[in-house]
């Protein structure tokens, strides 16, 4: 008799074996940057000092730091970076849930894994919104001014924040 696990099942232990390294290594340091490419309109969480260093050697540009939430805070969930090759740049998506998750792996994104977490509901005044534009098809990710107010001059659309994360001070 053979055993075949079924590839789903394979891919979503590999997803949350992946997941949980990225999130004890973004937990452990808790900082994050939210980064803004001006140039092929596209922006990426990150928590990675080294991925953060190499990304502004391009035209990439902060456009917030932030820390994540620690795991164990109420309310607090892991948030996925998702991104998939598009006619223009990358589209990029960052998701809490899990289902929304794999309907995103279906539609040939890659799980990048989990970046940090965070509170999808505002909470204690320490927190600070990111916010989801849209325009198209495509989504753009920014929690800065400058950033927010390009992209509503640009057509972009916004309806509320995506989800929240904390003050780089903590409060």
Partial sequence: MRFVFPSLRIRSW?????????????????????LFNPKDVDAVLVSDPV???????????IDGHF???????????????????????TDRMF????????????ARYADEGVVGFVAVK????????????????RSLWLMGEAGRKWAETA?????????WVDAPDGG
């Avoid at 998701?95 to 279906?106: A, F, I, Q």
């Avoid at 505002?122 to 098809?137: E, H, N, Q, T, W």
């Fill in 51 to 61: 991925e953060k260093d190499h990304l502004q050697l391009g035209p990439w540009q």
């Fill in 122 to 137: 505002a909470g204690p005044p320490s927190l600070i919104p990111v916010f989801r534009y849209r325009k198209g098809d």
């Fill in 95 to 106: 998701s809490t849930n899990l289902d929304e998750v794999h309907s995103l792996v279906s």
């Fill in 14 to 34: 590999l997803v949350v074996l992946l997941a949980a390294t990225l999130a004890s290594s973004a937990s452990a340091q808790g900082r994050g940057w939210l």
């Fill in 155 to 163: 057509g972009w659309k916004t309806d509320a924040p995506a989800f």
């Fill in 67 to 89: 820390r994540y939430l620690p795991p164990a805070t109420a309310g607090a969930l892991a948030l996925h970076r998702l991104a998939r090759p598009a006619t223009f740049g």
